[in-house]
C-alpha cells in the first residue's frame, strides 16, 4: 500500500498519514510533488490518493498527474478528499479520470476539515471550533479503517447521484476556476525576498527575482505559500489575508 497526497495547509498530509498508517504501519505516504512518485506508484498495487477539494472538483495538479501518467491500470485505489464544507463528488472527480485508465476504484472518502482558503473571510472558525472538526475527522477515519478492515470500503462521492450534486451544487458554476492553472496570484510590496514561497510551492510556480517574489502562471491554488508567508504578502482570490491556515496550528497545542 502506497499514501500519496497533494497538502496545501495540511489537512490531507494529515488525513492521508493518519489512514495509511492505521490500514498499514510499514506503507510509504509521500507527497504528489515527491521526485519519486511515478516510481513508487508503479512499485505498489494499492494507491490511497489524497487532495483537497477545490470548487467541488480535484485540484488541476492531481488531475494532470493522473491525465499525463499512464501508470494506472490494474491500480486498486481508494480516492481521499478533504474539504472545509461542502464536496458532492470530490472523491468521484478523481475516480471518474482514474477508471478510464484502468484503475480499479476501491471506493471514496470526503473528510470534512478546517477551511483553507487564508484570504475569504468565508467559512472561517476559531482555533477551538477547527480542532474540533479535525477530531471528528480523525473518528470517521478510525471508524472507516475499521470497515476496511471488515472488507468494506467507503463509497462517498463516486455514485451518480453524488455526480450530480457536484456538478450541479457547484463545480459548473465555478468550472473557469479549475479548468487550468491560475495566474492570479498577486504578491504585495510587503515580500521581503526570504524565499520560502518558492522553495515549497508544489508547482514551481515562484520565483525569486531582485529580491522579490515573483509568481508565474501555473498555481493549482494549494494555498501553501500563502499560508506560509511570514510577511502575509500573498493573495489569490481575496485581497488580504486574515487568516494563515496550517494544519499544525490548531492540533500542535492541543498534542502537547
Ligand atoms: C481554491 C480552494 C477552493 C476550495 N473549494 C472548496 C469547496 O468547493 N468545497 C469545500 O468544502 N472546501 C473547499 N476548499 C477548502 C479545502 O478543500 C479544505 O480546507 C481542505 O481540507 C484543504 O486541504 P489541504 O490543507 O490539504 O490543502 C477550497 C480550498 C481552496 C484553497
Ligand atoms: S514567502 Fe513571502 S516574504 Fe518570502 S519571498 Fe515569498 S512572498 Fe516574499
Ligand atoms: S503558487 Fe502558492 S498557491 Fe499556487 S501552487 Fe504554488 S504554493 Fe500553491
Redesign the pocket.
Known amino acids: 500500500m502506497l499514501g500519496v497526497?497533494?497538502?496545501?495547509?495540511?489537512?490531507?498530509?494529515?488525513?492521508i498519514e493518519k489512514l495509511v498508517k492505521m490500514l498499514d504501519q510499514s506503507a510509504k505516504v509521500i507527497p504528489l510533488e515527491n521526485k519519486n512518485v511515478i516510481s513508487e506508484i508503479n512499485s505498489h498495487d494499492t494507491i490511497i490518493l489524497?487532495?483537497?477539494?477545490?470548487?467541488?472538483?480535484a485540484?488541476i495538479m492531481v488531475r494532470d498527474f493522473i491525465k499525463a501518467n499512464d501508470i494506472w491500470k490494474d491500480k486498486r485505489i481508494l480516492c481521499v478528499?478533504?474539504?472545509?464544507?461542502?464536496?458532492g463528488d470530490?472523491a468521484g472527480c478523481t475516480a471518474r479520470i482514474l477508471k478510464r485508465k484502468g484503475a480499479i476504484i476501491l471506493g471514496g472518502l470526503q473528510?470534512?476539515?478546517?477551511?483553507?482558503?487564508?484570504d475569504s473571510k468565508l467559512?472561517k472558525k476559531s482555533v477551538e471550533e477547527n480542532r474540533r472538526i479535525v477530531i471528528e475527522a480523525d473518528k470517521k477515519i478510525e471508524k472507516t479503517v475499521c470497515n476496511i478492515h471488515n472488507g468494506k470500503y467507503p463509497k462517498e462521492g463516486i455514485s451518480f447521484f453524488s455526480h450530480i450534486l457536484g456538478l450541479f451544487g457547484?463545480?459548473l458554476w465555478?468550472y473557469n476556476?479549475?479548468s487550468h492553472y491560475s495566474d492570479k496570484l498577486k504578491i504585495s510590496n510587503n515580500c521581503i525576498g526570504c524565499g520560502l514561497c518558492s522553495q515549497i510551492c508544489p508547482m514551481n510556480n515562484i520565483e525569486i527575482n531582485n529580491k522579490r517574489a515573483v509568481a508565474g502562471k501555473k498555481c493549482t491554488?494549494?494555498?501553501?505559500c500563502i499560508?506560509c508567508c511570514p510577511q502575509k504578502a500573498i493573495t489569490?482570490?481575496g485581497d488580504n489575508v486574515y487568516e494563515q491556515?496550517?494544519?499544525s496550528k490548531y492540533m500542535d497545542s492541543y498534542n502537547e
Open positions: 497526497y497533494l497538502s496545501g495547509t495540511g489537512n490531507t498530509k494529515h488525513c489524497g487532495y483537497p477539494t477545490q470548487f467541488s472538483n485540484p478528499t478533504t474539504m472545509g464544507a461542502f464536496s470530490g473528510i470534512h476539515m478546517p477551511d483553507s482558503v487564508c467559512l457547484q463545480r465555478f476556476k479549475t491554488m494549494c494555498y501553501r499560508s489569490l482570490i491556515c496550517q494544519f
